[in-house]
């Protein structure tokens, strides 16, 4: 089955500690990219990443690192979280930036304390 | 970038209605993908349709690539077609955007 897998899809952690989110999907697709959904404020792109070893910033990359080493992984570490971190993440991918449907991942809850 | 507007921000019907839901966008987009947000917070894909018009049941969609608009109907609403939803666009170059969303609510 086609699909966009993300884990944990929930975590509670404090201040601080490092954690990483995993994405993978197994389409074989070039463009992948996190967002992050908070209320009143939408879905954002943090990152993307247009094909293996290419990555680039969203709107709101701030606090966050990417890294793409292979096609079907794009794991999000966020290396100190902090309190205003707290969201809903979903990773997404798609056969490139400019075209094709995107497909979205489950989502992970992320509550910092 | 690209803005994006949606309209109405919030909409009640009665289980049965019909509902027209509307996309603006200010720019020449080459993707355009309408989502359900469910209750659970997952996105579901609903029309991947940077243009024409597309039929899934009782959803329905069509996209006026010239005029930039997109629109998501709704018929004999249920529901469980309750939740939010959002219209996404892309263009060449730029980020995938999100529209603020369109809260539903069917009452039964």
């Known amino acids: 089955e086609a699909q966009v897998t993300q884990n944990p899809r929930y975590l509670i952690t404090v201040t601080g500690k490092k954690l990483t989110v995993t994405c993978s999907q197994n389409?074989?697709?070039?463009?992948m990219s996190w967002y992050r959904q908070d209320p009143g404020l939408g879905l954002r792109q943090i990152y993307y990443s247009m094909n293996v070893e290419v990555t680039d910033k969203g709107d709101v990359p701030e606090g966050y690192k990417v890294s793409r080493k292979e096609k079907r992984n794009f794991p999000l570490i966020l290396e100190s979280p902090s309190p205003n971190q707290t969201s809903l993440y979903f990773c997404?991918?798609?056969?490139?930036?400019?075209?094709?449907?995107?497909?979205f991942g489950p989502g992970t809850r992320l509550t910092v304390l | 970038g690209i803005q994006v507007e949606q309209s109405p921000p919030d909409l009640i019907l009665q289980e049965g209605a019909n509902s027209t839901l509307r996309c603006n966008f200010s720019d020449s987009v080459n993707n355009l993908q309408w989502f359900h947000q469910n209750p659970w917070g997952q996105l579901i894909n609903l029309f991947y349709i940077p243009s024409g018009t597309k039929q899934n049941g009782r959803l329905s969609a069509t996209t006026v690539a010239t005029e930039r608009y997109s629109l998501l109907y709704i018929s004999s609403s249920q529901t469980t077609d309750s939740g939010v939803y959002f219209c996404a666009v892309g263009g060449y170059g730029q980020n995938f955007v999100f529209g603020p969303g369109t809260r539903l609510s069917v009452l039964p």
């Open positions: 997404a991918s798609s056969l490139s930036a400019a075209l094709g449907e995107q497909f």
């Open positions: 389409m074989n697709h070039e463009y």
